[in-house]
């Protein structure tokens, strides 16, 4: 089954304590994307890949980083977790063959840092 | 800053009857449009995209494109109440940064 897989599903924390949420998905995507979804801000894009080893900012990147050494995964990384970054996390790929742009999300990560 | 704009809802409308979901964007160089449709609890899925101006018909589902006026709009015919989601609204300029609606609630009342 064509899929994007996150873990884990939930996620507290407290502030400062390093996390990463991984994400990976096995339809052979070249783009990957991280999103944030808070309430009455919609998705706001932190950061993306449009292959192995190139990744770069997106709209909201500040505390967190990426890396991509591998096609299939994409982790998001939180160095120092603060609570404003509590949120509902999304990961998502995209063939970059073809011109529809379509994402697939993953089932999401809902983090809380206190 | 690019922003994409929603009337946040919700929108009711009964069963059977036509559902008409609005966004606006600031980006005049934006290029590929989507609505993502989202379930409580769930992750978006995509329902239409669209690119070039006019209308594109998919089912009950038609979406329409206005790039003078910087307009994208979702209609939903025969309502149904499995249609009940937030909608939200996407563009992109070059496939690689993605702008997101904040969306809209539909409820399709029985």
């Known amino acids: 089954e064509a899929q994007v897989t996150q873990n884990p599903r939930y996620l507290i924390t407290v502030t400062g304590k390093k996390l990463t949420v991984t994400c990976s998905q096995n339809?052979?995507?070249?783009?990957m994307s991280w999103y944030r979804q808070d309430p009455g801000l919609g998705l706001r894009q932190i950061y993306y890949?449009?292959?192995?080893?190139?990744?770069d900012k997106g709209d909201v990147p500040e505390g967190y980083k990426v890396s991509r050494k591998e096609k299939r995964n994409f982790p998001l990384i939180l160095e120092s977790p603060s609570p404003n970054q509590t949120s509902l996390y999304f990961c998502?790929?995209?063939?970059?063959?073809?011109?529809?742009?379509?994402?697939?999300f993953g089932p999401g990560t809902r983090l809380t840092v206190t | 800053q690019k922003e994409v704009e929603q009337n946040s809802g919700p929108l009711s409308v009964p069963e059977g009857a036509i559902a008409s979901l609005n966004c606006t964007y600031s980006?005049?160089?934006?290029?590929?449009f989507f609505w993502y449709r989202q379930y409580s609890g769930k992750s978006p899925e995509l329902i239409m995209f669209?690119?070039?101006?006019g209308d594109k018909e998919d089912g009950r589902f038609t979406a329409q494109l206005n790039k003078a006026s910087q307009y994208v709009s979702l209609l939903i015919r025969d309502s149904q109440p499995s249609d009940s989601a937030t909608y939200l609204c996407?563009?992109?300029?070059?496939?690689?940064?993605?702008?997101f609606g904040s969306g809209t609630k539909l409820n399709v009342k029985p």
């Open positions: 890949s449009m292959n192995v080893e190139v990744t």
């Open positions: 996407a563009v992109t300029y070059n496939f690689n940064k993605f702008y």
């Open positions: 998502a790929s995209s063939s970059l063959q073809g011109t529809s742009g379509q994402q697939y």
């Open positions: 339809m052979n995507h070249e783009y």
């Open positions: 669209i690119y070039s101006n």
């Open positions: 980006d005049r160089g934006s290029q590929s």
